[in-house]
């Protein structure tokens, strides 16, 4: 099992940018793979973006691409979140998942463990 804790969210205008973290703890965090979800009020849980165990492959949803970096660390035991260029609609409680699955995949029914989410204001 494994424990996650988000951090760096806050409030922030449009076209500034907030760096989130994610800290793992428990198994041997690099033997997972790992996702940033969101969820905006009124809305369903969306994939953001996902990171193979290694690093080298990512996925991104369309509507971050080239604004968001995901990134990890495994020596840190920390998944990152770069945002920029952040617009209103960013505005939600962001969430980094894990899954026990090696590759790349943005279903969130192949995350097994979720953090407890960080909110992002982004204001107009």
């Known amino acids: 099992q494994v424990r996650l804790v988000e951090s760096g969210g806050g409030l922030v205008q449009a076209g500034g940018s907030l760096r989130l973290s994610c800290a793992a703890s428990g198994r041997t965090f690099s033997s997972y793979s790992m996702g940033w979800f969101r969820q905006a009020p009124g809305k369903e849980r969306e994939i953001v973006t996902a990171i193979s165990w290694s690093g080298r492959s990512t996925y991104y949803a369309d509507f971050v691409k080239g604004r968001f970096t995901i990134s990890r660390d495994n020596a840190k035991n920390t998944l990152y979140l770069q945002m920029n260029s952040l617009e209103p609609e960013d505005t939600a409680v962001y969430y980094c998942?894990?899954?026990?699955?090696?590759?790349?995949?943005?279903?969130?029914?192949?995350?097994?463990?979720w953090g407890q989410g960080t909110q992002v204001t982004v204001s107009s």
């Open positions: 998942a894990a899954s026990v699955l090696s590759s790349v995949t943005p279903a969130q029914t192949s995350y097994h463990y």
